[in-house]
């Protein structure tokens, strides 16, 4: 995690990618409805709609099976709308080039019939996301982690946080998020008996 919970309050916006807090971790959740009351932006994708998405600013109903597709076009919508830190990029990334060229391939228009979300929306989503400062986001819990696509999905969120600038500063970043207390930290430190 490159977000602390307690500073996800501070947030500017929250980005829920496959994670629903109110079920998995109710302090999250209440951080979350604190930053809420603080003015911050909520974003929330998800096939179910979550207790979360009462308070999101943007629900983002994406079709199961979807999560690739959806945050390729959510990083195309971030570059298309000019909204990429090219000085952070250059400084701090490497293969920028090589992820344009991916993500190109994924206009909003041409994924809505996979993501079963609006191009506008979409757009919206990614404008406010990249915008607040500073946003964090709350993924890659169970949603993401037990998919078929998951080392891509996450891939990509770390993208979108790189070209965003979303990274390395108070209140910003990832936050992946297990579904139980410490499952994270247990496999940092190499406590699965079979690996």
């Given at each position: 995690?490159?977000?602390?919970?307690?500073?996800?309050?501070?947030a500017g916006c929250i980005f829920l990618f496959g994670y629903n807090p109110n079920?998995?971790?109710?302090?999250?959740?209440r951080r979350i409805v604190r930053a809420k009351e603080k003015g911050a932006k909520?974003?929330?994708a998800d096939p179910r709609f979550i207790e979360t998405s009462r308070i999101a600013d943007i629900y983002l109903p994406l079709k199961n099976g979807s999560?690739?597709?959806?945050?390729?076009?959510?990083?195309y919508s971030i570059i298309d709308q000019g909204l990429v830190d090219m000085d952070f990029v250059r400084e701090h990334t490497s293969g920028y080039e090589d992820f344009v060229k991916i993500v190109s391939k994924y206009p909003?228009?041409?994924?809505?019939?996979i993501t079963g979300i609006d191009p506008g929306m979409l757009r919206e989503a990614a404008h406010m996301y990249?915008?607040?400062?500073?946003?964090?986001?709350?993924?890659?819990?169970m949603g993401v982690c037990q998919h078929l696509q998951?080392?891509?999905?996450v891939h990509i969120l770390a993208g979108i946080t790189c070209i965003t600038h979303q990274i390395g500063k108070p209140n910003s970043g990832v936050a992946p998020v297990r579904g139980q207390n410490n499952v994270q930290g247990a496999c940092d430190m190499g406590a699965l008996?079979?690996?």
């Open positions: 995690m490159s977000c602390g919970v307690p500073g996800m309050e501070d079920t998995s971790h109710p302090i999250v959740a909520i974003i929330v999560n690739v597709a959806f945050l390729n076009s959510f990083a909003p228009e041409l994924t809505q019939s990249a915008t607040a400062e500073p946003s964090a986001i709350l993924g890659w819990g998951n080392v891509e999905a008996p079979n690996f």
